[in-house]
């Protein structure tokens, strides 16, 4: 069970490995409400399409499957981005473009291709919660990282205090480049992914 | 891939097109409303943050008439709480024009007030908190509400928008207008009466003078002055010349000789003489000028000080005007007797300073001598004209304008 949660972690969790989604991992990094706004569309755009693409990949000739796959989690991806306009219309504001995009993101059809493709339905829900909790949970903490120095403000309410310390490069894009290299780094270290996904290669 | 796999595909891809669009349709039934409540909420705020209790809101500007245009939009509280009004005012020192919400109840009072766009060099927030506050309860007479010192032609356009957005709501009558004292509409005459007198302060008032103003350029003191039951508007200018005025604006000045004695006094004490920098300054573009003897003028523009001299036999007359642009201007002129000028200078060209980012330098000399010979008859304002310094343009084009006037004044005109 640790080792399958470390894969999610490292190898399931596209922006610490392979870089994938590190796009909309860095501009919704800029307000923890963002942050936590596209966690939970990822996470429920995976979760959904996994137990769709589990369910009927056998069903699905071979040929068909990325046209097919893409068009469940664009469709998934437009579901969730109504609802989110409707109950969370200000993260919508903040993520723009991000969130829509999110339907031709890479990290999600990895994982329906990789994951929801050759398994049942409990392993891809399994493998898409924790995956998506692991994306969450790395954007929360740049946006915490972000927010709070680079604008001085926590959940949008100012930090008084911070105001005058605040480094605005933080809340751009150059500052969403440092502190997602630095988390990366830091998660790699404490992990020891080197060794993990050495060790995974070896088998 | 054959025309057989490419057939299933896009019968596959329908199908679920057609289940994901169902589910979409459903959806939106739901969604739909919250998302167009959420847009109407969004587009309204500035509207509800000035008027909190309202309802809806109903743009009606394009059924009003005889609005100012300076007025963006007008919307109608929907249950009858009253109106909001969008107006938008430029200074001179705008950027941008600024852009002023605000509530009126259904009684006419301003129930809210907010300034949404304020991109001036100046602001006057900073300098009075409670200037915006202030406007709080009051109707369309918008009664002691003033300007912030140092912040005059920023918060006069504040003022301005505001009495521009009740105007389109009285004259399609859906408010009564506001009932004013004789002292305000007294105060509110003072531009026209006195257009020399710029950035006017209130100043301590004393003895019947109910409310004093000095002009920030030193162009002279304006008084409401109380006489009985009867409210009078007294100026007095920076050559001591005074005239009163009913609330009618009728020329009263010899009924209310008392009055103006007063005004007089008070104006005495408190006005700065610019008769010795004058005369300083005649002497240096005269080198003989003789006979220097002071003038008292009957016109109320920007001319501080005037006085009459010789010169190599020939009579001539130096006026000082202090008009303002990006800065106070001091600009001299000496005209001769048959009215055109001799001589033009200041005490600091303003255009040699550094904010002209986009100056690329001027002869002053030139400049300078463009003015001479010009009358008030061959005067157009090109002379004046400096490029890329418009304020500054503007500035001498009222002194020389203002200077004409005080030598025709003198010459028996006006």
Known sequence: MKNFFKSCLLRGTPSMVLALGSGFVMASSADIRAALGMGAAVLISMILTSIVVSAIHKLIPAYAKLPVYLIIITGFVSIIQML???????????LGAHLAALAVSAVIYRDAEEVADHNGEWTSIKTALTTGIFLTVIMVICALIRETLGNASIWGVEIPFLANYKVSALAGAFGAYVVLACVLAAIKKLTGAEEHLEGEEHE | MNIKHLINTILILLAFALVFSAAMFGLNFITGPIIEENNKGAE????????????????????????PESVIAVYKETSGRGFVVRTSASTQYSKEPMEITFGVTA?????????????????????????????????????????????????????????????????????????????????????????GMLKTEEVAASGNIE????????????????????????????????????????????????????AKAHASANQKSYTEDLNTRVTKLFADASDIAPIELSTFNTVVSAVSFKSNGAEYYGFYSRSIGFHQMDVFFVIDANGAIAKMDAKQFIFEEEYFAAFGGMNNGEYKAGFEGLTSETWTGDAAVIATATMTSNAMKQSTEDAFAAFNSIKGGN
């Open chain 1, 84 to 94: 989110w306009q409707a109950f969370f219309p200000i993260v919508v504001d903040m």
């Open chain 2, 44 to 67: 309204f705020a500035p509207l509800l943050a000035v008027m909190p209790d309202a309802d809806n809101f109903e743009e009606i500007t394009s059924t009003l008439a005889g609005v």
């Open chain 2, 107 to 195: 009684d006419g009072k301003i129930c809210g007030i907010q300034l949404d766009v304020y991109t001036d060099s100046i602001d006057f927030r900073s300098k009075d908190a409670n200037y915006i506050d202030s406007y709080l309860e009051k109707d369309s007479a918008l009664a002691d509400i003033g300007t912030v010192s140092g912040a005059t032609y920023s918060s006069t356009a504040f003022k301005d928008a505001v009495s521009a957005g009740f105007s389109a709501l009285i004259s399609n009558s859906l408010i009564v207008e506001g009932v004013k004292s004789d002292a305000q509409i007294l105060s509110e005459m003072i531009p026209t009466l006195a257009p």
């Open chain 2, 211 to 262: 409310k004093a103003w000095g002009a920030g350029n030193d162009a002279g003191f304006a008084y409401v002055v109380k006489n009985g039951d009867a409210s009078f508007l007294a100026l007095v200018n920076a050559t001591g010349v005074c005239k009163v005025y009913d609330v009618a604006g009728a020329d009263v000045t010899d009924a209310q000789s008392a009055i103006a004695d007063e």
